[in-house]
């Protein structure tokens, strides 16, 4: 049984979640709650299953490793049934840059560690302009490099879909204006009829409180 560490609003862990509901992977969740006062990821117990203590980390059988990225590619060429990356280029190495646009570009720069950090540090609230800043400045170029639809990258679900739509429920929740954006949005909601991204959604999570 494939195991996966997980806090229900964490949108590294909610991308792992709908890869692995895509591929029809059986698997457990184990909630890690990273709010504020409990970070249990910070516990001895946690600790001990990952050094980094973040969120995802996911075990299965030898296997042990964090790094949502690190995950997707490993589940992707272990369990090739049901690929989310294109079998040709270019179009692999696009969705591949777009992943990563996400992951490397836009979600460091607004995680829950940065954004505390700079409240606590610099007596900045993040949510006032930094954190719809980096929404803005990545999301300005995932809309060019975007299909048509009628998901990210035309008639197929990829891992592009599975990156962009925690990203965007972020966005939401902070109330980003994204007008801007009609092709990401639209795939977005495409995407989040299918039932694989409607059980990885956070509020599907058990963890998941008001």
Not at 1 to 16: D, E, P, Q, T
Not at 25 to 42: D, F
Not at 125 to 151: C, M, N, Q, T
Not at 189 to 208: G, I, M, S, T, V
Request: proline residues 7%; negative net charge.
């Amino acid at each position: 049984m494939i195991r996966l560490y997980s806090y229900w609003r964490s949108s590294a862990a909610y991308r792992v979640r709908i890869a692995l509901n895509l591929k029809g992977l059986e698997h457990e969740i184990v909630p890690v709650s990273l709010a504020p006062g409990v970070s249990e990821q910070r516990g001895d117990a946690y600790r001990a299953v990952n050094p980094q203590m973040l969120v995802p980390f996911l075990e299965d059988r030898e296997i042990a490793i964090g790094q949502s990225m690190a995950i997707l590619e490993y589940l992707e060429e272990t369990y090739p049934d049901a690929p989310l990356l294109p079998l040709k280029e270019p179009l692999r190495s696009r969705v591949r840059a777009f992943c990563n646009l996400i992951a490397c570009d836009i979600h460091p720069l607004n995680n829950l560690r940065v954004m505390g950090f700079i409240k606590s540090e610099f007596d900045g609230d993040p949510l006032d302009k930094w954190y719809a800043h980096w929404i803005g400045e990545g999301f300005r170029a995932a809309e060019v490099l975007a299909s048509d639809g009628p998901y990210v990258f035309g008639d197929g679900v990829t891992l592009a879909d599975a990156l962009l739509v925690p990203q965007v429920y972020n966005a939401r929740r902070f109330d980003v204006p994204l007008d801007e954006f009609p092709k990401l949005v639209a795939a977005v909601d495409q995407a989040n009829k299918l039932r694989a991204f409607q059980d990885a959604a956070p509020e599907a999570q058990a963890d998941a409180t008001a």
